[in-house]
Each structure stands twice: as C-alpha cells, then as structure tokens.
C-alpha cells in the first residue's frame, strides 16, 4: 500500500477504535438545564438505547460498553424538574439513566457539535404548579384506597344503584362522587376594624377566628378540603368574601359570627342559632341582619343598590338546600353541648337576609354560635372545650347534611 492508502485506511479506522471498547462515564452534572454526560473517550451516541417508561413517567437510557468511573457518580442530582435522576451500573458493561418527572415530557438527547465525549440529555422545564398538581393527584388516589380498605362493602349505595342498575361497575367519576371529599367554605366573620360586636371587653372576631379555626381542622381530619375566607385578623371586603365563597368547586359555605344584645337584656337572651338565606318578615331576624350588615353596607359602597341584593338574594342560592344545611347543623351543635353544659338555649334556625350569603351560589348558612353579651355565655365561648364541642358539631352536621342529600345535590 503507498502512504495514501495507508492514511484512507487509517481514517476509515479511526472511528471504530474510537467508539469499540468501553469508556468510562466520568461525571455526571446538572447544567442550564439539562444533564450533561462526560466520558474518558469519544461515545458512539448510536449505542445509546433511549426509550420511555409510564407510571411514572420515565426517560430511560442505557449505555451500552460504559462503566461508572465510581460510585459517586450521578449521586445528588436533584432539581425541581424532575422527580429524580438515578445513574447505575444496571449490567456489567451497560449504565443506565433514569429521569423521572411530574408528567410526559419528550426529550431528544445529543452530543454537542465536535465534542465525542459529552453527551446532553435536555431536562423538562417543569413548573411548581406542576408538582402541586402531582402531589394532589396522589393524595387523592391515596385518599380513595385508604377508604375503599376500609369500606370494602360500602361501593355500591343508593345513589350508583339507582343511576346505574344495569351495570356494576362504577365509572371512574362516580368513584370521585362517592370518596371524594367535598371542598367546604368557612367564613370567620368581621376582622380588621371591624371587630364585630364587643361584651366585657371581648371581641367577636377574635371569638369567631378561633372557632373558624377549629371547624377547619374538625373538617379535615374527616377528609374535606377547606377554604377559609380569613386566618387572621384582617377586614374583608364583600366581593372578597363572596369571591372566595364562590370557588367553583365549594359544596358549602359556613359563616361564622357571635350575637350581641344591648346591655338591659344582655342577662336573659342567649343560645345557638343558625341562619340560611333568605329575605325576611321576622323582625327579630331583620334586627340581627342589620347588625351584621353594617360593615359590610360600609365596605360595599354605593355601587351595590339594594335592588341589586333584594334580586340576588330572591333568586340565590338553593334556599331548600341551604334550610337544610342549617337544620343539620344546628342539630349537631346543640346536641354536642347539651351532653356537656346545663341551659344552653336552643334558638333554633331562622331565615334572614345577610349580605355575605349574598352571591353564594351554593347551601349557605350563618351560625351565630352564642351572645357574647350573656355573660355566662361569654365565658364558656372562649373556652377551648365549648368551642371545640361547638367546631365539632359544625363539621359533623356538614358531613351529615352531605352524606344525607348526596344524590340531591348536582355534583357537576
Ligand atoms: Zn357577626
């Protein structure tokens, strides 16, 4: 052969000696977004089998003739993109790398330009609001598999029998309708400057955040997720209040307040009672109205004419419904302090027309749970056991009005 040949031949050998024994994989790193692979020597990418995997979503690369230059390589890569990222030596001459993400993403993998030793696998650009999505998507399928273990014989109810009597399975979204808790609306009266009424030098916002606080946990630990208009002492406006009462996805909405008295009756009137919405004759329930509307007229301005309120409260929520909410939960609040507390009053449930019902498109009630006027109301109102019998009976009379009426409501 003369030189030239000897050099064409040379040339044509090059890449096989380049790409045919093993290399190492000497470092694995996380970079602008992507995974970025060295070797000791050029890497044939063609070697490379890239494929998918799902539940969970997985890009999966083996490497064929690589071993792991040592154990700490691939080690620590975490970023918020992905769920994880797993380097191994999978075989003896294969490594394997494995991404798992949030949800499908498709990555085409490649080497940069004249750089044989590197190799760049392009990592998905998740957002946080992405993994929150996740997170929520397993904790309901969890949710539903702790209740079908314990409720083995409870799947087939009233409810898919009389829908469905043709077939016994059950659609994936009357699965949600049956073990899929109810998203639940708690609204802590007042706040801010407005502190709602005050007696012996307590606060009914603070009495009535208290409580809020307690239905909410009282709500959760029964498996509702729950929205509460405030945590704190803040002043809400009207559209604000209505707006969080409005999410789409509520199947409730609870206000929360404490009733006053002036002071030459402060000593006879006192008890537990729970309003739905609706307009009004009963001068005792416009005179309760009133006082509660006050600051939110204030808040409302004038560009809310009482037309406007009249026609929304004439033509809103389910007023059937909302009675019915209220006559459940009332029931549950008094029964709760009755096994505990001598002469709590019974006021019963009364219609009225209150403002921040206004606009709730869904069963709405407000509970006035006592008068902070009375004075021995007062005291036993801001102790945690009162208050807590009082959260309780709240959270269990929701639950029984749903379990109750679940085939009346519209669950779309
Ligand atoms: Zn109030």
Known sequence: MRLSQHFFFLLCLVPVLLFSSVTILKKATLQKGELHLSFTKPYNKNTIRHFSLTNPYREVFDLKNVHLANKKVGKGLHTGACRSIRISQYRKDTVRIVVETWKKYRCSAYQPLFSFTRYHIPLPRFSHADRAVHRKKQKVKKRIGRYLKSHTDAVPNRYTLAKRSHTASLSRREMMALHHKERIVIDAGHGGHDTGAIAGGKREKDLVLQIAKRVEKALKKRGYRVSMTRRDDRFLKLPQRTRIADRKDAKVFVSIHANSVPRRKR????????????????????????????????????????????????????????????????RHIMANLRKYYRGVKDGGVRHAPFWVLVGASRPSILVEVGYISHPEERRRLFTPKYQALIANGIAEGINSYLNNRREEIDFD
């Open 267 to 330: 000593n006879r009137v006192h008890g537990v009672e729970t309003f739905f919405l609706q307009t009004t004759r009963d001068a005792k329930s416009q005179r309760i109205a009133a006082r509660e509307n006050r600051a939110v007229l204030k808040g409302a301005g004038s560009r809310l004419s009482k037309k406007v309120i009249i026609d929304s409260v004439l033509n809103g929520p389910k007023i059937v419904q909302s009675n019915k909410l209220a006559i459940d939960v009332q």
